[in-house]
């Protein structure tokens, strides 16, 4: 049976990429989209920022046909201007509006946004009132299991958000208290996947890292699809390898050096296009690690990428390195 939010059929078990600050790029989505991510959101959106025509906001609006099915995910602290800004980001033509009330950070909890939502549930219920009287998309929710360990209200959330019309649920397995550490805890989320009021899609989020795990947790949790986060930072085959696994109960065997190469390269060249030359390569710097995570040696490569300015040398230090490591390393010394 495929999961559907609103019209969206997103297949029998969606593997989505989680919104992420800084990551979740039209670039970064690009390569993720081709390695088998179903569905996937934009980085999060400020509404104070959308209502004031704040270019950096304006910029995440953008979408592009082929990241298709693709939510905006806005996030703040007051219902009019949620209620505006999602007004706004439906002029840009996503398939569905989502509403961050997970986000940990200081600078967003604590400006009474994102998970610090999770302290009021009543204003949360009215906001999330708001947002789906606001636009004929639908909408869905990203959120945590409560602030902390003696306030975990997730259930009560699921409930109520979903009598309000939310169309899906999204929930990391942690409070807000514990930002990101820790380990994530989903027995939560199958409770109220086993909920009989609950008939809304419930994806579950946090940890996951590795093809067994999301095979593991699928079948202990009940979820109706994944969220994958952190996990596939550098690393876009992990929504394939998830889906083969699945098929076959088989690992995929791990990307080839060439195809690492090629899959920054191509990010590399979106964030060209999508940010121009300056802002492009200024950016990509945070990606060469990840990208040649476990390569031996390659730390003084790394140096000279991140110092470069010059996109042509990049792209030649990109070509030298597959060449290196192509003849001087075998395979196995690449640690995945």
């Given at each position: 049976m495929s999961v559907k939010i609103g019209n969206i059929d997103l297949g029998s078990f969606p593997l989505l990429l989680a919104p992420m600050e800084d990551v979740s790029d039209p670039p970064f989505r690009y390569v993720c989209k081709k390695n088998g991510a179903d569905m996937m959101y934009t980085e999060f959106i400020s509404s104070e920022g959308l209502i004031r025509d704040a270019a950096k906001s304006k910029q995440k609006l953008d979408i592009f046909e082929y990241e298709r099915p693709i939510g905006i995910q806005i996030f703040g602290s007051e219902i009019e201007s949620m209620r505006e800004a999602t007004e706004i980001a439906s002029l840009a033509g996503p398939d569905l509006i989502d509403i961050n009330y997970g986000c940990p950070v200081k600078n967003v909890a604590c400006k009474g946004a994102g998970a610090s939502l999770l302290q009021d549930i009543d204003k949360m219920v009215k906001m999330t009132d708001a947002v789906v009287k606001a636009t004929k998309l639908p909408v869905t929710v990203k959120t945590r299991l409560g602030w902390d360990d003696n306030t975990k209200n997730v259930e009560e959330v699921a409930e109520r958000l979903q009598d309000v019309g939310i169309q899906a649920l999204t929930i990391h397995g942690r409070t807000r208290a514990q930002l990101y550490k820790g380990n994530a805890d989903w027995t939560l989320i199958r409770e109220i996947k086993r909920n009989p009021r609950i008939k809304i899609p419930i994806f579950g989020n946090g940890d996951v890292d590795s093809p067994e795990k999301a095979a593991a947790w699928r079948m202990e949790y009940e979820v109706d699809g994944i969220?994958?986060?952190?996990?596939?930072?550098?690393?876009?085959?992990?929504?394939?390898?998830?889906?083969?696994?699945?098929?076959?109960?088989?690992?995929?065997?791990?990307?080839?050096?060439?195809?690492?190469?090629?899959?920054?390269?191509?990010?590399?060249?979106?964030?060209?296009?999508?940010?121009?030359?300056?802002?492009?390569?200024?950016?990509?710097?945070?990606?060469?690690?990840?990208?040649?995570?476990?390569?031996?040696?390659?730390?003084?490569?790394?140096?000279?990428?991140?110092?470069?300015?010059?996109?042509?040398?990049?792209?030649?230090?990109?070509?030298?390195?597959?060449?290196?490591?192509?003849?001087?390393?075998?395979?196995?010394?690449?640690?995945?």
């Open positions: 969220m994958v986060g952190r996990a596939s930072i550098g690393y876009p085959w992990i929504f394939r390898e998830i889906k083969h696994y699945f098929e076959t109960g088989t690992h995929l065997a791990p990307p080839t050096l060439e195809e690492r190469i090629d899959a920054c390269r191509t990010h590399f060249e979106k964030s060209l296009q999508w940010k121009g030359p300056k802002l492009g390569v200024l950016e990509m710097r945070r990606h060469y690690a990840n990208y040649f995570k476990g390569f031996p040696d390659f730390k003084q490569y790394r140096m000279l990428l991140v110092q470069e300015d010059n996109i042509e040398v990049i792209y030649e230090l990109l070509e030298k390195i597959a060449e290196i490591y192509k003849y001087n390393y075998p395979t196995e010394a690449i640690a995945y």
